[in-house]
Every structure is written in C-alpha cells, then in structure tokens.
C-alpha cells in the first residue's frame, strides 16, 4: 500500500467537505443508488480516490481476518452502554417505554430489517475503512488524522451554510461518536466486518432505544420513509441532551481496553 503524502491529504480534506457544504448549500442530495446500494457521494469520491493507493489484494486482506467466536466482544461495545444508560435512567425513574404503536411499526421491523441496512451500507464502510487504513499508515500520529478526516467527512450534517444551526449536544454526540470510531479503527486495524458492524450498530442502537429526528441518520440506519422516531423509551426532557453523549461515550472508554492488533501490509 503507498502512503499518503501531506498535501494530498489536505487537499482531500478540502475536496470532500467542501463539495458536501456545496451540496448542502444548494439543497442537493449528497447520496446516490448504484446497484441496489446507497453511496454517501463523498465516500464514492473517496473509493475512486483509493484506487490510486490501494492494491486489489489489500483490498481483499481486509475481509478475511474475522472470526464469530471473538465477535461477542463487539456486542459489548454497544449493549452494555446502553444497558448502563437504560439502568441509571430506569433507577432514577427518568425512563419509561415509548409508544406502542410506534413500538411495532417501526421499532420490531427495524430489528428484522438491521441485516438488510447493514449489508446496504457495507460497500460504503469498506470505502471508509479502507481510506481510514491508508491515513493512519501514513503518519506517525495515528489517531488524530482519522479523527480530523472522518469530522469533515460529515461536518456539512451538523453545520449548514450560510446559517450554522449550532446545537451543543448534537455536536458533542458527534465528536465523540468520531472519536469512538476512530480508537476502534485504531485498536482494530485489520477488520473491516468488525469496523462495520461497530460503526453501524453504534449508532443504530442509539437511534432505535432513544430517537431522533434527523431524516439523514434515519434513512441511512432505521427506515427510509420516516423523518422523526422517538425511540423505544421516553426519557424525561432534562436527561434526553446527554444520552446520546454519554452512551458514546461509555462505548469509546471501552474500546480502550481492546488489545491493538497489528496491520497486515
């Protein structure tokens, strides 16, 4: 695999985001249907990007060094900070069960339809991993070069042109759930299965438990014709900014205790 030098690097940088803020700016849709799948448009740019640096084998290593028998420690990276959150909230009674209309309409089929919107966004993880791969085996400061690609990946989400819509909590959810995938991508360099199922199901879960109602995460994570969901509970109002933060959070501080496993070139 070649390495990616400084300025190629930056140059990306201000490429992909400055084409999802131009995007966003004219109220285009930054996603395309190839083959039956969804493609973020950036992340598209990015595979073609990726052909100049990667060889075909590379490509294929990435999806052979995976095995089901160590594949519970993932699920614990997801449900036990949930279960903690759900817990805490439930001992102090900030907590209680949604609507169950909404319960099976949306939350039940969203359960059986995970492996569908999984293997639908698999194409586009194995871009990202990839490209997230060459940055860290390109410079010596492995983490914070992930960190600052993935946060202009997706920054025009959260900060539209020309009026920035400036939520503290969003924000703060965001940054960490980055910095989650960026110690996982770290710690787990040579499993692109397991990099998409943590990254996925991370923010998956989030979504089905505790709601949200931005139509990008939950066309792309839960069901492509709802623009709100309010999760599987209903938490008291004063609780709610902080789930999301802290349940990033408690799966990031988690991650920290996976052994590193060593790149295969």
Do not use: C
């Amino acid at each position: 695999m070649k390495k990616l030098p400084v300025s190629l690097y930056l140059l990306l940088l201000l490429l992909l985001s400055g084409s999802n803020f131009a995007l966003r700016y004219f109220d285009l849709p930054n996603y395309f249907f190839l083959i039956g799948f969804r493609f973020y448009g950036i992340i598209f740019i990015s595979g073609i990007f990726l052909l100049l640096f990667h060889e075909v084998g590379t490509l294929k290593n990435y999806l052979l060094p995976f095995s089901f028998v160590k594949f519970y420690k993932y699920l614990f990276l997801v449900a036990i900070p949930a279960i903690v959150i759900v817990g805490v909230l439930f001992i102090l009674r900030k907590i209680d069960l949604g609507d169950p209309d909404y319960f099976y309409e949306l939350g039940l089929t969203s359960i059986v339809d995970y492996p569908l919107y999984l293997i639908w966004n698999f194409p586009q993880f194995l871009i990202l991993y990839a490209l997230l791969q060459m940055v860290e085996l390109s410079f010596k400061m492995k983490i914070i070069p992930n960190f600052i690609l993935l946060f202009f990946f997706f920054s025009a989400e959260f900060f539209a042109l020309p009026k920035i819509n400036f939520d503290i909590f969003p924000v703060i959810s965001y940054l960490v759930v980055l910095l989650a995938i960026t110690l996982f991508i770290y710690k787990k360099p040579t499993n692109v299965l397991a990099f998409s199922f943590y990254f996925f199901t991370i923010i998956w879960l989030g979504l089905l438990l505790f709601g949200s109602h931005s139509q990008t995460l939950l066309h792309i994570f839960l069901a492509k014709t709802y623009t709100g969901w309010d999760g599987f509970f209903e938490i008291n109002k004063k609780m709610l900014p902080f789930v999301f933060p802290v349940y990033f959070l408690l799966s990031g501080l988690l991650v920290l205790f996976f052994k590193k496993e060593k790149p295969k070139d």
